[in-house]
């Protein structure tokens, strides 16, 4: 019996894991694995361990509710959202986290349902937004402000852009 094509398939098997192992562990972005019916982890890579402060050894086995990383409701709409897609696949979902320290994240959670060792898994990876949230915070609050000057001054406000060429304005602008 001719076992080499058997052999050949185990091989290319292997190395694709070792790839993905690879990739998981270097990723840049918290990354991770949680069985379906539980939410407990099964694997984090370690930049999920810097993200969040649990080494993996303290992460395996419980869920981001038992570590107090998202709330029972939160986590709940996460799964909800997922399970009502046709491929089960959820991307860029905001979402608040709480590190060990009790500090707190913005968060875009991607994540996929797929099988892992014959367990039906939830493969996720985290994108922190936590700095871009407080920049467009900072533009709305000066937008604000910038609004409530020009009104106290009675001044108007116009935009030219030099890709166009067009010229818009306030009704103050247009008045004077």
């Keep these: 019996q001719d076992i ?3 052999q ?3 091989e290319r098997l292997r190395q694709s894991e070792e ?3 690879r990739m998981f562990q270097l990723a840049p972005y918290p990354m991770g694995m949680v069985r379906r019916e539980d939410a407990a982890f099964i694997e984090v890579n ?3 361990e810097a993200t969040f402060g649990f080494t993996r050894d303290e992460a395996l086995g419980r869920s981001t509710i038992d570590l107090g990383i998202y709330t029972a409701a939160a986590r709940a709409r996460v799964v909800d ?3 009502a897609t046709a491929d ?3 991307n860029g979902h905001e979402i608040t986290a709480t590190l060990r320290d009790g500090s707190q994240l913005t968060l875009l959670q991607s994540m996929r349902a797929t099988e892992f060792d014959g367990q039906d898994v939830w493969l996720f990876a985290l994108h922190d937004i936590t700095d871009r949230k407080k920049s467009e915070e900072q533009v709305r609050e000066r937008e604000a402000l910038l609004s409530l000057t020009l009104s106290a001054a ?3 406000l116009w935009d030219w852009n030099l ?3 067009l010229i818009t304005g306030d009704q103050r602008w247009l008045a004077m």
């Design 4 to 6: 080499d094509e058997y």
């Design 8 to 10: 050949r398939a185990e």
């Design 19 to 21: 790839r993905f192992s």
């Design 46 to 48: 370690p930049t999920w």
């Design 81 to 83: 959202l997922a399970n």
């Design 88 to 90: 089960k696949t959820l």
């Design 154 to 156: 009675n001044l108007g």
């Design 163 to 165: 890709h166009t060429g």
